[in-house]
């Protein structure tokens, strides 16, 4: 019994080791797997490359001789550039734009997405170089165009702060009429005037496009609120001439009372002087019939 006892201890003891040393193998095999793989600058995981692996091969320099008009230009690059790149290499020695060059090899154009290398261009090889007119006087209209245009989204949006700050003014004026307050008559020429000088402003920029858009909408908002000021006039106007004709009619009034007040005057003076005469006339009547007058033959 203890025999099989000690068979027993010996062998769990051995499985043991033998889980642990699969453990131990897993364990190394799972960092060797890890090792095999490194993160790259750009954020891709690529596999490490082991000491055994054969090198990159380097990729040769060449020096082509590119003729500019009477000029010649002796510029070295990678012959697996693409023509793309020898341009921009090319502009900064002849001042051409990329976009406005044309660059010729054995007599054929070639696209700045081919490749020195497969057009087969070698080491000491002439390239010609030729300015393209047509392209850069596309790309000076291109420019002044995009220049026009950002000038003339400036100006409108310098007309729109503008147009802005007058707009809360007339809504102040108009929120004062609605509450009976005062408005005077030249707050609303001066802001009257005000916005029609910003919508010759809008009439003077030459916009295309969505600026277009914009400008019709900042037109259309100063119309509207140089209608609202000429009904706040008219408003205005209306109520002063009603004013005038109350105070016309009191004025009026008042002299017809005045005339009749003089009237009533001028009738109580002759009442007051017919009363004084009667009595004196009455008085010459008795003198004449009861004198008697002496006769002469």
Same mark, same amino acid.
């Given at each position: 019994?203890?025999?099989? +006892?000690?068979?027993?201890?010996?062998?769990?003891?051995?499985?043991?080791?033998?889980?642990?040393?699969?453990?131990?193998?897993?364990?190394?095999?799972?960092?060797?797997?890890?090792?095999?793989?490194?993160?790259?600058? =750009? =954020?891709?995981?690529?596999?490490?490359?082991?000491?055994?692996?054969?090198?990159?091969?380097?990729?040769?320099?060449?020096?082509? #001789?590119?003729?500019?008009?009477?000029?010649?230009?002796?510029?070295?690059?990678?012959?697996?550039?693409?023509?793309?790149?020898?341009? #921009?290499?090319?502009?900064?020695?002849? =001042?051409?734009?990329?976009?406005?060059?044309?660059?010729?090899?054995?007599?054929?154009?070639?696209?700045?997405?081919?490749?020195?290398?497969?057009?087969?261009?070698?080491?000491?090889?002439?390239?010609?170089?030729?300015?393209?007119?047509?392209?850069?006087?596309?790309?000076?209209?291109?420019?002044?165009?995009?220049?026009?245009?950002? !000038?003339?989204?400036?100006?409108?949006?310098?007309?729109?702060?503008?147009?802005?700050?007058? $707009?809360? #003014?007339?809504?102040?004026?108009?929120?004062?009429?609605?509450? =009976?307050?005062?408005?005077?008559?030249?707050?609303?020429?001066?802001?009257?005037?005000?916005?029609?000088? +910003?919508?010759?402003?809008?009439?003077?920029?030459?916009?295309?496009?969505?600026?277009?858009?914009?400008?019709?909408?900042?037109?259309?908002?100063?119309? !509207?609120?140089?209608?609202?000021?000429?009904?706040?006039?008219?408003?205005?106007?209306?109520?002063?001439?009603?004013?005038?004709?109350?105070?016309?009619?009191?004025?009026?009034?008042?002299?017809?009372?005045?005339?009749?007040?003089?009237?009533?005057? $001028?009738?109580?003076?002759? !009442?007051?002087?017919? $009363?004084?005469?009667?009595?004196?006339? !009455?008085?010459?009547?008795?003198?004449? $019939?009861?004198?008697?007058?002496?006769?002469?033959?």
């Amino acid at each position: 019994m203890e025999a099989m +006892k000690s068979m027993k201890k010996e062998a769990i003891f051995f499985m043991a080791q033998n889980n642990n040393e699969r453990k131990k193998n897993d364990s190394v095999k799972e960092e060797m797997r890890v090792e095999e793989w490194e993160m790259r600058p =750009g =954020g891709m995981l690529v596999q490490k490359s082991s000491n055994n692996s054969h090198p990159l091969p380097i990729v040769p320099m060449i020096t082509v #001789k590119v003729k500019f008009g009477s000029s010649y230009h002796n510029v070295s690059i990678s012959s697996q550039a693409s023509f793309g790149e020898l341009k #921009k290499m090319l502009a900064g020695e002849t =001042g051409v734009h990329p976009e406005d060059q044309k660059l010729m090899y054995k007599k054929k154009e070639r696209d700045s997405k081919a490749y020195l290398d497969v057009a087969r261009v070698k080491n000491g090889s002439k390239i010609v170089l030729i300015e393209d007119i047509t392209s850069r006087e596309r790309r000076c209209l291109e420019m002044l165009k995009s220049s026009r245009l950002h !000038k003339a989204s400036k100006s409108i949006d310098h007309i729109t702060t503008e147009v802005n700050s007058l $707009v809360h #003014k007339v809504i102040s004026l108009e929120a004062a009429s609605g509450k =009976g307050g005062i408005v005077a008559e030249k707050d609303i020429d001066d802001l009257t005037e005000a916005l029609m000088s +910003k919508l010759v402003e809008l009439d003077g920029v030459l916009v295309d496009g969505s600026l277009k858009l914009q400008k019709t909408t900042q037109e259309r908002r100063v119309q !509207k609120h140089i209608e609202i000021l000429d009904m706040l006039k008219l408003e205005i106007g209306s109520s002063s001439n009603g004013s005038s004709k109350v105070g016309n009619l009191e004025a009026e009034t008042t002299t017809k009372q005045k005339q009749e007040q003089q009237q009533q005057k $001028v009738e109580a003076k002759a !009442k007051d002087v017919t $009363v004084l005469q009667l009595p004196v006339v !009455k008085q010459c009547d008795a003198v004449v $019939v009861t004198t008697k007058w002496e006769t002469f033959d």
